[in-house]
Structures are given as C-alpha cells and as structure tokens.
C-alpha cells in the first residue's frame, strides 16, 4: 500500500436531505485504603453470563445494569452520564433488523427508538454516541457496513467505505473526538476524519507487528494502545509514546476515567478453556507517564496500582467484554 499523504480521499454518502455482583453493598472497606476521593464517576463492564455491571467510584458500591442478554451487541453511555445507548440483535429470518435505543439512564424513559438495516446485512453492528449526543457511529465486521453517522433519530449522514480505494479492515475500531470528529484505524494507520466525513487526515502510522486496544480520552488531547503485551499512551499527535504498564502477563483494554486522569485496564489477560473466551483482571493506573507493574493479584502489584474490589469484597473485579467509565 502506497504510504497516506496528510490528505486522505475516503468514498462516501452524504445526507442528501434534512457469581452475582447484583446488589453487592455490604458493609466495610476494601482492604487498604478506600479508593481516593478524586476517583470520580461510574465504570460499566461486562461479566461472563451476568450482563452488564456498574461500580460507583468513590464509594465502591453498585450492581446490575443490564441483564445478560445474547443479542446485546453493544451498549453506550452518554459523556454526561444521562443517556444509554442499546444496540440489539432485532433479525428474524431473512431480516436483519438492528434496533438503537437511546433512553434515559435514571428513569428509563426512551427518548429516540429506530430499526437498522446495514448494506451488508450484517446482524451484528454496533453503535456509539457523539460527545454531543446528536449523531451515532455505527461500526460493522461487513465490509459492504463500512462506518455509517447516523442522527440520534436513525436518519443517515454519511458512509465511508474505503481508504484511497481500499476497503475498510474488519473489525475496524472508530472513536468519537470533540467536535464530533473521530479517530479510525485502517491497516497499520490512525486516521482523523471531521465533519463531513468526506476527507480524513493520517494522524500516526504503527509500525508494529502486534497493536490494538486503541481508545481515547474525553478531552480529545490523550491516546492509550495496546502494543504487543503492554499499555502506552501517546500524544493526540502521536508523539511522546510511553510504555505504562509491565508485567509477565498481557495487559489490554485500556480506558480513560472521565477527567483523564487514569486508565482502567484489563490486567492478566487471558483465553479461558471455561467457555468466558477472553477475560482479565480490572485496575486503574494513573495516566501519569510512569509505568506501572499490574499482576492478578493485588499483592504484587507496583504502588498506586489500584485493584477494582467491591465495597466489602477482598477480590479483584474482572472482566470479560466491554468496559465504559462515565
């Protein structure tokens, strides 16, 4: 593949018009010190059979989200915490019916409800929310999908199929910026693509054998990837890389909390011969440059790691799917 000039042609359409954690509250602290009372906000995550579970930070307290359901593709919250998105499996035979819900987060009251068909016919699309919650992003493993913006209401936007003529990759990972711009990855490339969605601009090139995990911080200023086993965070330039975490394991999936001050991570990340597929254990570094050893046990762990446990609980949290901290 010839290498991107800063300026990128992408084809497109354009909108041509307008073990249950449930209720796991019990008295008395985690062992060692309470989480610090700078650890804001609410992390979603996903485990095994149980759905999708939530965990308040400070307090430590929580419980069931959303109910385990198989035809769950993928949920969303809202950068302001009001809002959920649900993308469900809605196909019968012969149809392929993806249904977005956006309701609210406290009352569950539906405020935009729209069935989903992708060009691809592909059942098993997934959606995320603008930082202003005015468009979604829907992803697909269909190359005929591509990445779609859609309105909050299910009207279309815009389609970008390929990248100077070639396909976007499977499983491709997009990722909302401010100014409801967003980040693709395409072959060994990071790309930033605006409004409207007809031009993108090669941010980073990633000349490593083994990357992924790439996300984003809210403030649109911080990048955290996966490069082979360990974490590193960069510049929204790409400049200043840094390798966070070390360990005999693997550490993944690695999230910003709200104020950009940490990262949740998937620590001990493994492939479970149990039937979970791929799971790990749950930490929070902070997004300090410095680089921090995460084992599966909280013993062995480098100072200012610090364990995801429940209020009450002795054992590390893990985690099995997607993790969102709001």
């Given at each position: 593949?010839?290498?991107?000039?800063?300026?990128?042609?992408?084809?497109?359409?354009?909108?041509?018009?307008?073990?249950?954690?449930?209720?796991?509250?019990?008295?008395?602290?985690?062992?060692?010190?309470?989480?610090?009372?700078?650890?804001?906000?609410?992390?979603?995550?996903?485990?095994?059979?149980?759905?999708?579970?939530?965990?308040?930070?400070?307090?430590?307290?929580?419980?069931?989200?959303?109910?385990?359901?198989?035809?769950?593709?993928?949920?969303?919250?809202?950068?302001?915490?009001?809002?959920?998105?649900?993308?469900?499996?809605?196909?019968?035979?012969?149809?392929?019916?993806?249904?977005?819900?956006?309701?609210?987060?406290?009352?569950?009251?539906?405020?935009?409800?729209?069935?989903?068909?992708?060009?691809?016919?592909?059942?098993?699309?997934?959606?995320?929310?603008?930082?202003?919650?005015?468009?979604?992003?829907?992803?697909?493993?269909?190359?005929?999908?591509?990445?779609?913006?859609?309105?909050?209401?299910?009207?279309?936007?815009?389609?970008?199929?390929?990248?100077?003529?070639?396909?976007?990759?499977?499983?491709?990972?997009?990722?909302?910026?401010?100014?409801?711009?967003?980040?693709?990855?395409?072959?060994?490339y990071i790309i930033r693509v605006?409004?409207?969605?007809?031009?993108?601009?090669?941010?980073?090139?990633?000349?490593?054998?083994?990357?992924?995990?790439?996300?984003?911080?809210?403030?649109?200023?911080?990048?955290?990837?996966?490069?082979?086993?360990?974490?590193?965070?960069?510049?929204?330039?790409?400049?200043?890389?840094?390798?966070?975490?070390?360990?005999?394991?693997?550490?993944?999936?690695?999230?910003?909390?709200?104020?950009?001050?940490?990262?949740?991570?998937?620590?001990?990340?493994?492939?479970?011969?149990?039937?979970?597929?791929?799971?790990?254990?749950?930490?929070?570094?902070?997004?300090?440059g410095q680089q921090y050893t995460?084992?599966?046990?909280?013993?062995?762990?480098?100072?200012?790691?610090?364990?995801?446990?429940?209020?009450?609980?002795?054992?590390?949290?893990?985690?099995?799917?997607?993790?969102?901290?709001?």
């Amino acid at each position: 593949m010839k290498k991107l000039a800063a300026s990128i042609l992408i084809s497109f359409f354009f909108l041509l018009v307008g073990c249950s954690k449930d209720g796991n509250n019990g008295e008395g602290n985690r062992p060692g010190d309470l989480y610090p009372s700078e650890l804001k906000g609410t992390i979603y995550y996903d485990w095994a059979t149980e759905g999708i579970i939530k965990i308040s930070l400070p307090d430590g307290t929580g419980g069931s989200f959303i109910p385990d359901d198989s035809k769950l593709n993928n949920f969303d919250i809202s950068r302001d915490g009001k809002w959920k998105l649900s993308v469900v499996n809605a196909s019968s035979i012969g149809e392929y019916d993806i249904r977005f819900t956006i309701s609210d987060i406290n009352t569950g009251a539906v405020a935009e409800e729209f069935v989903y068909n992708g060009p691809g016919l592909n059942a098993y699309c997934k959606g995320y929310l603008s930082p202003d919650n005015s468009l979604i992003l829907v992803t697909s493993n269909e190359k005929e999908d591509g990445i779609t913006i859609l309105k909050r209401n299910g009207d279309f936007v815009a389609r970008i199929l390929d990248i100077n003529g070639e396909r976007i990759n499977f499983g491709v990972t997009a990722l909302w910026l401010p100014g409801n711009h967003f980040l693709m990855t395409h072959g060994n490339y990071i790309i930033r693509v605006a409004p409207p969605y007809d031009s993108g601009t090669l941010l980073k090139e990633m000349n490593y054998q083994d990357w992924g995990d790439l996300t984003v911080n809210q403030q649109g200023t911080k990048l955290a990837v996966r490069i082979a086993n360990h974490i590193h965070t960069m510049d929204m330039e790409g400049g200043n890389l840094k390798q966070v975490t070390t360990s005999n394991f693997t550490e993944s999936v690695p999230v910003f909390s709200p104020d950009g001050k940490y990262l949740l991570l998937g620590s001990y990340y493994r492939y479970s011969g149990e039937g979970f597929g791929r799971l790990w254990q749950m930490s929070i570094i902070p997004n300090d440059g410095q680089q921090y050893t995460t084992n599966p046990d909280a013993e062995n762990n480098s100072p200012g790691v610090i364990p995801v446990i429940w209020k009450g609980k002795d054992k590390m949290e893990a985690g099995s799917g997607q993790m969102i901290w709001r």
